[in-house]
């Protein structure tokens, strides 16, 4: 099961799989490793930091890197659905917000 629900996202393909991580960092990795070709994947998606229970569409995404997040695998990152809502929760956790399409692109 997923560590902590606040975080986690879900690459889902064309033919409708789904494949589900704990952390932006295991994501990542997974894309890296090009299991799924870019070409094959439908969406991505993140959990919404504020609502646990939604999802975000990683192209709309607003992302909050902080150490003290402490996500499941460190990368510290959490999703959410826009820099308004970002900047609220910056102002208790600090850190800075990140792009997911440079995320994506490392």
Not at 29 to 50: C, H, R, W, Y
Not at 95 to 105: C, I, L, M, R, T
Request: hydrophobic letters at 35%; proline letters at 3%; glycine letters at 8%.
């Amino acid at each position: 099961g997923v560590a902590d629900d606040r975080f986690g996202d879900e690459l889902i393909t064309k033919k409708g799989k789904i494949y589900k991580f704990d952390d932006i960092h295991c994501l990542l990795g997974f894309m890296k490793a090009n299991t799924v070709p870019k070409e094959e994947q439908k969406s991505i998606l993140f959990v919404d930091f504020e609502a646990p229970h939604g999802f975000l569409e990683a192209e709309n995404v607003a992302l909050l890197k902080s150490e003290d997040l402490r996500s499941p695998m460190g990368s510290n990152i959490a999703a959410f659905k826009n820099s308004v809502q970002l900047k609220e929760s910056q102002k208790k956790l600090g850190g800075e917000e990140v792009d997911w399409k440079s995320q994506a692109s490392k």
